[in-house]
């Protein structure tokens, strides 16, 4: 690939006055190749169609029960329930995610630096990799909260000043995955258009919008649009499964009112050939922990 | 069948300050036979296995849009609008649902007494049938709430003062349900145990519990015995389905974020033989739009 990313210019504007518009995307999606493994052909055409790709059973039975147990230890944990990047529900309680867990938790740094997890994301992404974000995340039965329609890059690009579409998410999922409890919805092929939002981005905006999205968010008809021409893959699996989807792709989880609640791993991928910048529509870029500034390649 | 209901006896005692327990079901599910059509016995056994059954193409594609024209044009009426039958939520001024849709509209008068809908009806519940409760409903996209977990009869017997569980409600689709558009899910199975739910039912609590479901709403520990023990069936089905299921099935919706919205018309049938009598755990009936008291058989 001899695309290259031009980190000045702002390909991507967005929290924009003007009202929100499509642009189309600039970058490849797929920038490795086949020989380079792990993934094939078909699988590397179809991330590359599609925007994402589920991996099927990335990790065994005995690592999923031994991230949960991990997850439940870090969860009753004093010090990490008090630490900043644990985000626990006012209401109930209840820890919802753990930021930079791979840095809390010598598990997850160790799923992170895991080559069935980083040699899919440096395949796809052409280069040595680093990790933007990572988190463990847990979502509720009994009414846990939907999350609306967005694109991550969206955000990444605004307010962590990512500058082209170079990043890869991959997701493990630490429970089953069933249409009724809130799966990760996905618009298939929205990874090429870039939905420009309108709306200033409020100061500290993280601290919400880790709860809601507000700015950043795409108008109904722009969705609507999306959906029609896209439609909605709505992403089962079991436990041990693994998603990797593309930073531009239009997704979202609907609540979930079963006994049956969800949790998973989550890797932010990004190319060290795309490092962060100034945020291109915030004051100041977001915290570390959520936003890395540390480009170090993972090894 | 020789199976009679008690009018007097409480065989279902609910609202209690005494805590949730499961009793079980007493009447037969279904009290007609398959030589009295129009259901087939393999229908009449997968009714009284699950609790519910799919009606397939119950009704024309030219039906639907003869309905679906008939919903848009009454949520337009001004007189509707304002109809205290007609639920308008606040935030949107978008119609929600509007009951007693058979005395407000005569095609929908004609859907309630149509033979496809109302024999099916009787051959399940073995006599004459009058309506119960009728409605249209709206669901919207980008957001629609969700409803939590309940068993009609619960609040019929308790609220309306029906005796026993001899009522069918058919909901026949006027959308396409997806998974992901916060489609009916039903525990099948669910019909045979009675969720005896704890807390007083508040004054007027149809105001609010046609809203949200509270008083009559089964502790998580019930719902998530229910859902080991039946599992959840998520009905997806085209527009013209029907859904026949039984008054008791645990039921329930997520909320909806896709941009596609949901509506159906919605008919509850109670044998004459089972009519209301005074409620069984509260003050007052509710009013006769929400839980009727004329129970003159449909002809």
Not at 204 to 214: G, R
């Amino acid at each position: 690939m001899t695309a290259t990313i031009d980190r000045k210019a702002d390909l991507y504007p967005t929290r924009v006055t003007t009202g929100s518009s499509l642009i189309a995307r600039e970058e490849p999606v797929v920038w490795g190749k086949a020989a380079e493994g792990p993934l094939s052909e078909a699988e590397l055409s179809a991330y590359d169609e599609r925007g994402y790709l589920q991996a099927r059973r990335l990790v065994t039975p005995a690592e999923v029960e031994e991230f949960r147990a991990e997850l439940r230890r870090l969860s009753d944990d004093p010090a990490v329930r008090a630490d900043e990047r644990t985000i626990v529900e006012r209401s109930s309680q209840e820890v919802r995610s753990i930021f930079e867990v791979h840095k809390v938790s010598e598990v997850f740094a160790r799923v992170a630096r895991d080559p069935r997890v980083v040699g899919r994301a440096r395949q796809i992404l052409g280069s040595d990799v680093y990790l933007h974000q990572t988190r463990v995340n847990f979502k509720p039965g009994f009414g846990g909260a939907d999350f609306y329609w967005h694109s991550d890059f969206e955000t990444w690009h605004a307010e962590d000043g990512m500058p082209g579409m170079r990043a890869v998410s991959i997701s493990i999922a630490l429970t089953d995955n069933h249409s009724f409890n809130g799966p990760l919805m996905i618009m298939p092929g929205s990874h090429r258009s870039y939905v420009s939002c309108a709306g200033e981005t409020p100061e500290d905006n993280y601290k919400s919008s880790l709860v809601a999205q507000n700015a950043g968010t795409p108008p109904p008809d722009v969705l609507d649009g999306l959906a029609t021409r896209h439609g909605i893959d709505v992403l089962e699996g079991s436990a041990g499964d693994a998603t990797l989807f593309d930073c531009n792709c239009m997704h979202g989880s609907n609540g979930n009112i079963t006994p049956y609640p969800r949790s998973n791993v989550f890797l932010v991928f990004n190319s060290v050939e795309n490092t962060c910048v100034e945020p291109y529509a915030a004051a100041a870029p977001r915290p570390t922990y959520i936003g890395a500034r540390d480009f170090t390649p993972v090894r």
